[in-house]
């Protein structure tokens, strides 16, 4: 009778440290809602949101989007610093884009299941 509760409070200690390793990255995610506001600001002297939705997009990756936002800044007289490109690379992405490595992040039960499934393997 005692050692159900102590298991399963070993358990969710467990789960709690895979929740907590899994928002790691959310605490230090990039900030979406300064990202819309730098590219609102800077980016739209060009073009509007509607190249972002081009079929024929080029951007084929995370990576490839940040190249992309880092070539444009060069248009600019003040440049981002790295912490507003990965807001402004957020913000694209969140709203446009919707490449995977976010979704990671929306999706952390899963990845958090994911874990623990890897964690017994290993066992
Ligand atoms: C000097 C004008 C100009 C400025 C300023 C500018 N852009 Fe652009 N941008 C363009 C043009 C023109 C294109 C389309 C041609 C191309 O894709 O090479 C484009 C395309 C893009 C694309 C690719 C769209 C796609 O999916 O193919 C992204 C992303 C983008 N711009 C982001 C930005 C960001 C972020 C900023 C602010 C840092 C910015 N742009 C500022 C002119 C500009």
Request: aromatic letters at 6%; a positive charge.
């Amino acid at each position: 009778m005692n050692r159900l509760p102590t298991f399963i409070s070993a358990a969710m200690r467990l789960r709690l440290l895979l929740l907590a390793l899994a928002c790691a990255p959310l605490t230090q995610a990039a900030d979406i809602e300064r990202g819309k506001q730098l590219h609102d600001e800077r980016c739209l002297l060009c073009h509007g949101l509607e190249n972002y939705q081009a079929a024929a997009s080029k951007i084929k990756s995370l990576d490839g989007l940040r190249e992309m936002v880092r070539r444009w800044e060069d248009k600019l007289k003040d440049p981002f610093t790295a912490l507003e490109r990965e807001d402004v690379v957020a913000y694209l992405n969140v709203s446009f884009y919707k490449f995977p490595e976010q979704k990671k992040v929306s999706l952390r039960t899963q990845q958090t299941s994911a874990a623990s499934a890897t964690l017994r393997e290993r066992r």
